[in-house]
């Protein structure tokens, strides 16, 4: 056989052996089957900033609170906690309960509810420690597809737009989600009317899904009048309202106002679920440390009702995460049982929520002195890390290439990215950027 007709063959028939392999390959994961999954957007953003080497860059993607140098800031108060309990000389690393620390939770209670909370004093909550506010959303989000009216056509609704992780948690235990209108492009405020229509218009029994304060990603956040106009539908509708607390005393710095909303439900009587973080209020966003919490509405049997439900719910948490982690607990756990560092934590609260309310003010007034085309009372309207500013995809795009500062896609920035040095900078490439894509 002539040498370049063998190596023609020879090459063919390799060639097949290689292409059987592949479809033989020692994998039940085929890409069919488990295709390439997007990369996570936020965290997407986060390497690109990193990669840039640009001196003036702005980072306003983040969710974590900076301090006026761009830092993140470990609350004095958790440092001095933090210096208590490595100098405990009976700290050690055993397992806590399943349900966690239990001056934690009980702890955690008292703080969204209000220590005088009459759902604490009939013994119908049930709380346990979470891994941060996800796992608190988790945990409930299993509880009800485990336990909420099984074999009906339940499914819980979500603003439009809400925390993206909304999505995909509820999705995995596989409960079919929708949204109810929330923000209005017009006003860049809340479109109440929406809202309202769409809860209404939801099937009885359906599972709502509330931000308790400081919305993520919008800032908008209902008024006190159309929290109760929200609570009259869902008491008419038979709603099940889940609130999902990651801001609590970080939007407008005092804790009892940012709660307001959960203890009105509360005291309507309803029986509601609430996912609470501490990753931000304490700046503790690493070490996962939050609370879920079950409440059932007043009645003869509740106590015995939560326990139930509560018997249930170690029971999922223990399959999940056996127990929670301990450290962070600890830390939140010395300064809310401790009058004086609960005092010196409230004054941490107001200083990064003051300089974030700032940042607001001058922002709105630059943009406005500047005379840049739109209107921009929503800077200041909004509350909160979060402000949805009204910029398009477009202009995100154009911000970024040409004055390198990074922003979510549909315009959210996290105010804590702004301060004293980099405000005027960002302010004038928002002017510029509006002007040239109008
Ligand atoms: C609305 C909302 N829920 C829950 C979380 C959960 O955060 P973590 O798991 O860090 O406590 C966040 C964090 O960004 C949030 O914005």
Not at 118 to 137: D, F, M, N, W, Y
Not at 271 to 280: D, F, G, N, R, V
Not at 289 to 299: D, E, L, R
Not at 395 to 401: A, G, N
């Amino acid at each position: 056989m002539p040498e370049s007709s063998f190596s023609t063959s020879t090459q063919t028939r390799l060639s097949q052996i290689s292409a059987h392999m592949a479809s033989t390959a020692p994998t039940s994961f085929h890409a069919d089957v488990v295709p390439q999954a997007p990369e996570d957007p936020l965290f997407g953003l986060m390497a690109a900033f990193r990669k840039d080497t640009f001196e003036n860059k702005v980072d306003l993607g983040i969710g974590a609170y900076r301090d006026n140098n761009a830092k993140p800031w470990v609350l004095p108060v958790v440092k001095k906690a933090d210096e208590i309990l490595r100098s405990d000389p009976n700290l050690n690393h055993e397992y806590l309960p399943i349900a966690g620390l239990q001056e934690f939770t009980s702890a955690s209670q008292k703080l969204i509810l209000g220590a005088d909370s009459p759902a604490i004093k009939e013994r119908r909550v049930t709380s346990l420690q979470t891994i941060s506010g996800t796992g608190a959303v988790h945990l409930g989000a299993l509880f009800l597809s485990k336990f909420y009216h099984p074999n009906t056509k339940r499914a819980v609704y979500f603003s439009n737009p809400t925390w993206v992780n909304h999505h995909q948690i509820f999705s995995n235990v596989h409960l079919p989600h929708h949204t109810y209108p929330y923000f209005s492009k017009k006003t860049k405020g809340l479109d109440f009317e929406g809202m309202i229509e769409s809860i209404e218009n939801a099937p009885e029994g359906s599972i709502i899904l509330l931000h308790a304060c400081a919305h993520n990603p919008t800032g908008v956040d209902p008024t006190q009048d159309q929290w109760k106009e929200i609570c009259k539908v869902m008491q008419a509708k038979k709603h099940f309202p889940f609130f999902d607390c990651a801001y609590q005393g970080f939007a407008s710095g005092d804790l009892n106002k940012d709660a307001w909303a959960v203890r009105y439900f509360i005291d309507q009587g309803f029986e509601l679920c609430i996912a609470q973080s501490y990753a931000k209020n304490f700046g503790l966003y690493g070490e996962r440390a939050g609370c879920f919490h079950f409440v059932t509405g007043p009645s003869p049997d509740a106590e015995n009702i939560i326990s139930r439900i509560a018997s249930q719910l170690a029971i999922l948490q223990r399959s999940e995460i056996s127990n929670p982690p301990a450290y962070g607990a600890r830390i939140a756990s010395l300064v809310l049982n401790d009058a004086e560092l609960f005092a010196e934590w409230e004054d941490n609260l107001r200083t990064m929520s003051g300089r974030i309310i700032d940042m607001r003010r001058t922002l709105r007034s630059k943009l406005e002195e500047m005379g840049t085309p739109g209107t921009w009372n929503h800077i200041t309207d909004q509350i909160g890390m979060f402000s949805f500013t009204g910029l398009t995809e477009k202009q995100v795009l154009k911000i970024r290439e040409d004055a390198h500062v990074y922003m979510t896609k549909n315009g959210r920035i996290s105010m804590a990215g702004l301060n004293t040095h980099n405000i005027e900078y960002f302010a004038k490439a928002v002017d510029k950027v509006i002007r040239e894509t109008q």
